[in-house]
């Protein structure tokens, strides 16, 4: 059995991805140092609670495991945040980078697998976005991913690292068993934020800009099933493992829905409204972001189960009752 190194495994996605490794036969080892991630999303999979911005404690795991490869989950993600506090997404999504790789061509190991953002696209150009499409990120957060994809560029070429870098788009839902959602505090996201206003555990949804150049005047994502996201990791790390070569990929599903779409989505699942307020456009929100998945389909064998808008809601909404 395989070993692999989960950095932020306790994270939303970091932990669908370790249920996925364990189902597809390899031995997470997770590390994390629940700074947002949570213990018991790690469910039975090894466990060492640890600091990335530690590069002995990092070093120790790498070198002592028989790691067959990494994947890097752990990060600020908040976009807003980014804005107000920019030192503390380049230090820390930077630093913390920059150690674990240092540690990973220490100890030997070759296959790296980056969580990327479509952030890295800033305003599209041309819809839906091509991995080939330009990188242009308009907020710190988005320039921390694209400037570690420049590193792990240059860490293949003069040190033959071979990566896939995946730029997720809008993750969401919760494990269909059950088992995982998503908790983060504070809570950003729109799906979560739905429903807990349409639950009545939450305030109102704040519904952000109604006077994009859409249909409906909101603003247009791509959700792709959490999910589905765990699967494509899995389809990157045997890509690597069988001597694949270093790519950029997309994970999203090339089906947008708009913020009211999404809000008339989950009133059918809850069978209540929602309650709302309209606000103004946060800084730097594009009106539309798509995702070609071509690319997904064609490198890794890709194919979406669970990103049906549908299940998505119905999966998060599973979640959201339990926690309560
Ligand atoms: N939205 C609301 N109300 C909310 C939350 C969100 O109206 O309470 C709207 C947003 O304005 C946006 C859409 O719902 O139009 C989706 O917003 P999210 O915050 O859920 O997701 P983003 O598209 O802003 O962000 C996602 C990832 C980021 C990543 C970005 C790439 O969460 O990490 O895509 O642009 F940077």
């Not at 939303?12 to 189902?23: A, C, F, M």
């Not at 980014?82 to 930077?94: D, G, I, M, T």
């Not at 699967?231 to 990929?249: C, K, P, Q």
């Amino acid at each position: 059995m395989k070993s692999v190194l989960v950095a932020g495994g306790a994270g939303y996605i970091g932990s669908h991805t370790v249920k996925e490794l364990r189902r597809a036969g390899f031995r997470p080892v997770v590390f994390d140092n629940l700074s947002s991630g949570h213990r018991d999303a790690v469910g039975g999979a090894d466990f060492v609670e640890g600091d990335l911005r530690d590069p002995v404690a990092i070093g120790r795991v790498l070198k002592t495991g028989d790691i067959a490869a990494v994947l890097h989950f752990a990060s600020l993600i908040q976009v807003g945040e980014s804005y107000v506090n920019p030192r503390k997404y380049y230090l820390q999504n930077l630093l913390t980078a920059l150690n674990l790789l240092e540690a990973t061509l220490e100890a030997g190991v070759r296959g790296f697998i980056f969580s990327s953002s479509a952030a890295v696209y800033g305003l599209p150009r041309e819809t839906p976005l091509r991995e080939d499409h330009p990188v242009d990120p308009i907020n710190p957060y988005g320039r921390t991913k694209a400037m570690v994809e420049e590193i792990l560029r240059d860490y293949d070429r003069a040190y033959g690292l071979r990566y896939v870098s995946l730029r997720y788009f809008n993750a969401a839902g919760a494990d269909p068993e059950g088992e995982l959602g998503e908790r983060h505090d504070p809570e950003t996201h729109l799906i979560p934020n739905v429903l807990r206003a349409v639950s009545g555990h939450g305030p109102a949804l704040s519904v952000f800009g109604t006077d994009f150049p859409t249909p409906d005047g909101t603003a247009i994502r791509d959700y792709i099933h959490v999910t589905d996201l765990a699967a494509a990791h899995v389809l990157a790390l045997r890509h690597l493992l069988e001597g694949g070569g270093s790519e950029i990929i997309n994970l999203g599903t090339n089906r947008g829905y708009s913020v009211l779409e999404v809000v008339a989505a989950a009133e059918k699942i809850a069978g209540r409204p929602v309650p709302r307020e309209e606000k103004p456009r946060r800084e730097g929100d594009p009106p539309v972001l798509l995702a070609s998945k071509e690319k997904a389909e064609r490198v890794l064998g890709w194919k979406l189960r669970f990103s049906d808008l549908g299940t998505i809601l119905e999966t998060a909404w599973a979640w959201h009752r339990r926690g309560r």
